[in-house]
């Protein structure tokens, strides 16, 4: 079973609708976590973080914890076609120790 | 605020040549310091990290080593380069006990 698991995709939305991107984790003790975007031939770039159980909203974008079901999610709504983009779920357990899904490549059809 | 430089942006590179990837961070001193891989249409790679001067950890066995020999400079080496070893490699730095920031990432091809 891998660290952190995501839909590889491709999701494909059209604009103004509701993007959904989900990740689980395998580690309980796993206490911060992170949704990074990144574009064809970029280098990832933070767009949320959550720390404690629920939701929590950034403008579009919200993101959503249950360490419960070991489960976090973003959601993007008035998907545009600049959120064309693969959204990487990382889990952080401790200072030195940050995992990474293989991504979900999102996109968002005019 | 601070920065992150990678360079080169780009590298072509034959099998068995050595490199040198070089990473600095500004407007910050001590950071947490880290080498990724990503190979095409994969997830990051944890290679390397650094909590100070002269203090790396590898996370995985292979051809490639790293040095920090200034508290802002991070330096991925290889002597002896494979096939394998092409990819996007990204240097990130972390403040403390916050998430990683990545600079903009070497895109290396090892024909």
């Not at chain 1, 031939?41 to 070991?70: C, H, V, W």
């Not at chain 2, 947490?32 to 990503?38: A, D, G, K």
């Not at chain 2, 950890?57 to 040095?67: D, G, I, R, T, Y």
């Not at chain 2, 394998?84 to 600079?103: I, K, N, V």
Request: hydrophobic share 35%.
């Amino acid at each position: 079973q891998k660290e952190v698991e995501q839909n590889s995709g491709p999701l494909s939305v059209p604009e103004g609708a509701i993007a959904s991107l989900n990740c689980t984790y395998s580690d309980r003790v796993s206490q911060s976590f992170f949704w990074y975007r990144q574009y064809s031939g970029k280098s990832p770039e933070l767009i949320m973080s959550i720390y404690s159980n629920g939701d929590k909203e950034d403008g579009r974008f919200t993101a959503q914890l249950n360490k419960a079901s070991q489960y976090v999610s973003l959601l993007i709504r008035d998907s545009q076609p600049s959120d064309s983009a693969t959204y990487l779920c990382a889990v952080m357990k401790n200072n030195n120790d940050m995992r990474f899904g293989a991504g979900t490549r999102l996109t968002v059809k005019p | 605020s601070q920065t992150i430089h990678q360079w080169p942006a780009t590298l072509v590179q034959p099998v068995g040549s050595p490199l040198s990837l070089e990473c600095t961070v500004e407007g910050t001193s001590n950071p947490n310091l880290y080498w990724y891989r990503q190979a095409a249409g994969r997830g990051l790679q944890l290679l390397f990290y650094s909590v100070g001067i002269g203090q790396i950890s590898s996370e995985v066995p292979q051809n490639l080593s790293a040095s920090r020999p200034q508290d802002r400079q991070f330096i991925l080496s290889s002597k002896k380069l494979l096939l394998s070893d092409s990819g996007f490699y990204l240097c990130a730095w972390t403040p403390l006990q916050e998430t990683q920031y990545f600079g903009p990432g070497t895109r290396l091809l090892v024909l």
